[in-house]
């Protein structure tokens, strides 16, 4: 970010030496190889314990014997693989893994088997080990006295909204966006539903109250990206994020193996790919200014090292920590402090099993209590622990429960000290009776089909938009992957539901780095002062596809062509008129040499020394 967004980012991919001599200091080991994804086929070990007999370890209640470690989540069962426990209130019931699946106790969900699965419990050495890696009891709560706009921003619950506005003044940012590769596969789907429909223009038919067309963020992935077409969007005002080089598999590397060094080469990295492929230009559409924003694949934080490497190459914010659902929503905010829900699946306080009221985490009252209730209507919609906290009035809020996260397994991991000015965009999840997804291609709707009824989704839509338009006015997400422009019926209900959006004199779209500069100098409606595109940027005019070779160790990291493990032929489509990479761009070897490779923290170490000494 500028010098205007109170952060200082490095200006070269060795970065500033001020801000390198910072990021020397932190570096963990050289980056790890990526790993290879793991088999979709059948069993390739046999796991410790793979009884699957019924487990008779019940009570006539159907409750199971079984000591949870904790209120609620998801604990292995020690006799079968195939088996796990749901806990909910101190309360246990037995599940089974779909077949072929076996419950992996570190992972807290079930998978297929491999010679990496965890069957049965954790290690209690282990489990301390990592309850440690994520204790946050460091991290100091909102003090709204010492953290003030513009470069800190938290509130008690995380629900206030900025500058002190009502909700009536304040402008409902809707912030769509797009994770994943962009190439000619999804670049005409995207350009139509954001109102490109002249497919060799630059022409929206789709505008905010202020005339300006509206605008996404996108969050890219090297492997298989146009950077043509990356060039085109910026110059139209859209932003571009980043999300990794390779966004690799298995999703646990990201949380468990990636050190500071992996991160910096992975989010840096693809950074320094999207510049060097965007061309050159006296206006460029695409800088290292404006290219300040992360998301982790698989949207899975990786704690501390993750959020250090963000902190020290100034990026301006991160988008990876998915918050709790509920109502009202949460406003972003900054890592000074910790945030405003429980990243943990901890033990309920006392206060917390009074606001549940026997309620366990499915929404279901004790079955004790079951029994000495009167019977409902038989039509009477059954109310959801979410609706009954979301339909109670008159809770006390100074006792207000700090939400828990919506994940039953494995927390997130999220940083245990302050990263003073570096926001956070949490993800509020879209939800229903029957949906809780973070990406809206991940929901289900059972009674939409491709061509007629689109009215479910367009209904689920709008809820959820409600949820943050008739409330604290906190932004509200859409977070797509190509998925869902693969089915008729997402598309023709999204566009009904941005037809609907268009009505709302008050409702903007906007990318992330513009709801930031608002929050941090909030306006009324009628003081708004958000900005079309820069008519001056340059688009990609003469684009030109480099045709590369990749090469790959037996790690899957980048290799030299004379000692390498794969290879194949890439077509890469990038700004320049006949300047190309020597070979694939790749974790390891960004700078797409042919020898001599240089990674990011080996660059940082030519700025700055080995020890983080100024040359």
Known sequence: ???????????????????????????????????????????????????????????????????????????????????????????????????????????KYCTFKTPQLTCGPVSEEETRKEELERNQDKLLTCDTTQCQLPNCFCSEEGTSIPGGLNANETPQMVLVNFSGALNELVFELYKKVLGYTNKFGANQNRHNPNGCGIKATFFINHEYSNYAQIQWLAAQGHEIAMHSITHRLPEIWWTDNANYSDWAEEMIGIREIILANSGSSSVPAVSRETLVGMRAPYIKPGGDPMFEMASDFGLLYDSSVVAPKGTPPFWPFTWDYRQPFDCHNNKKSSEEKKAVDGDDILGRQSRGRQKRSAKKPKNQKKTTFADKKTNDKTVDRKHRVRRNSPFLGRPLKCPTKAYPGLWEIPVNPLWNEYNTCYHADQCVFPHATDDDDIDDITDFLKENFERHYNNNRAPFQLNFHVTWFTQKGHVKALNRFFDYLSTLKDTYFVTYQQLIQWMKEPKRLNELNFKCENATATTCTRPHTCVVKHYLDKDLSAATEDNYNKADTRYMPVCHSSTCPQQYQWFGNHAGKKGHFKTIMQLVDDAVGPEGATN
């Open 1 to 107: 970010p500028t010098q205007q967004q109170g952060r200082r980012a490095p200006s070269s991919a060795a970065a500033s030496q001020s801000s390198a001599q910072n990021v020397g200091n932190r570096r963990g080991s050289q980056p790890s190889a990526p790993q290879p994804s793991q088999s979709r086929g059948g069993p390739q070990s046999q796991p410790a314990s793979d009884d699957e007999d019924e487990d008779k370890d019940t009570d006539s209640n159907g409750e199971v014997r079984f000591v949870c470690p904790k209120a609620d989540g998801l604990f292995p069962d020690p006799n079968s693989c195939r088996k796990f426990m749901l806990c909910g209130s101190w309360k246990a019931w037995s599940q089974t893994c779909p077949p072929s699946l076996y419950f992996d106790g570190k992972l």
